[in-house]
């Protein structure tokens, strides 16, 4: 299932988060969102998981405008991995990811037998199966990052959305996890800040600046010197990764623009 955002705007206390934001995301694919602190990259997100509603523009899955479906049905369509998205309370990592199937259950109705085996896949593919039993409030925050992404992912979405959801990674982890969201097949929108990480996993990417969209295309089309420049105000080489080709900044501490 596609996903598409039509002239999204959304206004608050006087100010303009997102300026008539037109952004498309493919079925299948994975769509980066980059800019600087403040530039409505969380915010548009929200609009898609339903956490804030558009002051005007439309979010579209497939053909069917996101606020007119049952919230039910959309919470079975679209996932999301938060920034705020932590758990309070000391649940088992095995209790938190079968939170994930909420949408598909009824009441306090007990997971099916291949509801339990979706769990244990998911907690494998993000290597937490061995944690399965602790409470998360005593994992490390790279920990958890890992089970919230195995709770999205047993939800058993269409649509996948990220916001930072590299943080607290290790390098190993982070390449695991963006790997894992190339393969998925699922049509996936996420906010990264690293740049070179977003080039790499994403197949296409859209820049905000002051909530307006600036660009967008492939990295290679978008991560230009002029436009880091611009856009982040770093001076930085782009250079080809000598194994994939994909665009890669290198930057120079004391240079500004």
Known sequence: MDLRLDELSVVTDGRTLV?????????????????????GKSTALRCVYRALRP???????GEQDLTRLPLRHSARTVAAMTQDGGVDFDFTVEEVVALGRAPHLRGNQALSGRERELCERAMDQLDIGHLAQRGVLTLSGGERQRVLLARALVQEPKILVLDEPTNHLDVRHQVDLLSLLRGSGLTV?????????????????????????????A?????TTQL???VFGVRASVVPHPLT???QLL???????
């Open 19 to 39: 300026r008539a934001l037109s952004l498309e995301v493919a079925e299948g694919q994975v769509v980066g969102l980059v800019g600087p602190n403040g530039s």
């Open 55 to 61: 002051s005007s523009g439309t979010v579209w899955l």
């Open 189 to 217: 929108l996420v906010v990264l800040h690293d740049l070179n990480l977003a080039a790499a996993a994403c197949d296409r990417l859209g820049v905000l600046s002051q909530g307006r969209l600036v660009a967008s295309g």
């Open 219 to 223: 990295p290679a089309e978008v991560l």
């Open 228 to 230: 880091v420049g611009d």
């Open 245 to 247: 080709g994909d665009p």
């Open 251 to 257: 930057y120079s501490l004391n240079s500004t623009c």
